[in-house]
């Protein structure tokens, strides 16, 4: 396995730029809103979790509607996003602990905050691990922490940037520390997307993605159809 390097970062963003295009971001969300909205899309796909956010501001159109509602209000409201069991509790949770502490429904001072504090703060949260609080601070606070969700995790053991026994909240420490700053955007979305489309969770498309030279994955099966006694 070569080892994950901010140099190698830099040449598989560049790949990546080059088949999709860059990755601009997009107007942040306040990050009350999308501490929610990552919550909600928690084990599902995008157009679920989008939909069950559109419907929770629908039903309740002010925070403090919903932490004032029935957990059964909330999770009817995000249903269509699953798990509403487990996320509706969670929000409620979230926004009365965050109006307990602050006296508001608002998390606008972790944008004040160096990041490490705001990944702890949010880390304690119900329902918030790595993963949700870096998308948080990237989205929505613009700040250089680098999320690892499914994609990212399988993309990055494929590639060989860490062992394949790596947990993810491993993953974080290792990609955070080697994903230079101007990059943590870009490569986070850019594998996201390549996730999606090339390196799915199956059925890899290896032969057609423009990563398969760096990639150990790749590598290796290509070394395990040449060894004497393979018939593919
Ligand atoms: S070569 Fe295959 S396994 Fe490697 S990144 Fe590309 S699609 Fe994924």
Redesign the pocket.
Known sequence: MSKPTPQRIRRLNALLERAYGRAEPCAPYPPLDSLIGTILSQNTNAANSREGYCRLKKRFPRWEQAAAAPVSAIASAIRVSGLSNTKAPRIKAILRHVHAERGRYSLAFLRKMPPVEAAAYLCRLPGVGPKTAACVLLFSCGMPVFPVDTHVLR?SK??GLIHRRKSAEEAHKILGGVVPEDLVYSFHVLLIH?GRV??RAGR???ER?V??RS?K??RDKVRSKKRPGSNT
């Open positions: 993309i494929r590639l390549h090339m390196c890899p498309a290896c993605c990563l398969r990639c994955y790749y």
